[in-house]
């Protein structure tokens, strides 16, 4: 069953502008990750929030994790044409506790310049 | 350090023949995980092996498919017979710790059965 579920599925903006994707999860969690891909490449880590956490930065980054809600979501700001990409959640499942990662659909994102 | 090296990286073969994909996981790391991404089924966990053991195989989608890990710098998923709906791009990762770290992604392999 799907973990993660991003939303928008995709998203167009102008460079310069905010970008905010959304992950809705089920299951409790011990971290939720966010990876970026760019066209015909490997996934690449973006930063990683623990359940005890509410929000973490990471250059542009911002995410913000709300556990009674089982949602996370990532803000990209100052956008460059250079983030189009696809953004993925990643969830592990804290019953499970196998260590075992659950990605999402993706977020495609669009960056005009 | 040349982080998660896979080999080939693409593949065209017919349907019926025995396809082998390799990976180099990053020195150090315990844990191995091999994903298929497909448009339709997006990015699927196949199997994952912890300190060189199978701990999930669960997403192995049937017998065709099988996976070893000989020793900490080696895997390989193999698939035997192959058919075109295997057809996908397969990526190798590993990480210190499981689902608790940040995973490192290879290039992937792309695979095409005609």
């Known amino acids: 069953s799907q973990q993660g579920e991003e939303d928008p599925q995709a998203l167009s903006i102008q460079e310069g502008e905010n970008a905010t994707m959304n992950c809705s999860y089920k299951t409790s969690i011990n971290n939720l990750q966010w990876y970026r891909q760019n066209s015909g490449r490997g996934l690449v880590h973006l930063i990683l929030?623990?359940?005890?956490?509410r929000e973490k930065h990471s250059g542009r980054l911002r995410v913000t994790l709300d556990t009674s809600k089982k949602s996370s979501s990532l803000l990209i700001t100052a956008s460059r044409a250079a983030d189009t990409a696809s953004y993925f959640c990643?969830?592990?499942?804290?019953?499970?506790?196998?260590?075992?990662?659950?990605f999402g659909q993706g977020t495609t994102l669009q960056v005009k310049p | 350090d040349a982080g998660v090296i896979q080999s080939p990286r693409h593949e065209v073969t017919e349907m019926g023949q025995e396809v082998t994909l390799r990976c180099k996981p990053i020195?150090?790391?315990?844990?191995l995980f091999w994903y298929r991404q497909t448009m339709m089924r997006g990015l699927e966990l196949l199997i994952y092996f912890n300190n060189n053991v199978p701990i999930d195989d669960s997403g192995m989608p049937e017998d065709r498919f099988s996976a070893k890990m000989p020793n900490a710098s080696f895997s390989t998923l193999k698939i035997q017979p192959s058919e075109p709906r295997d057809s996908a791009v397969y990526f190798c990762a590993s990480s210190f710790a499981g689902g608790y770290d940040e995973q490192y992604f290879g290039p992937g392999t792309r695979l095409t059965v005609t």
């Open positions: 990643a969830t592990d499942e804290r019953s499970g506790n196998t260590g075992k990662l659950i």
């Open positions: 929030i623990r359940s005890n956490e």
């Open positions: 020195s150090g790391h315990n844990s």
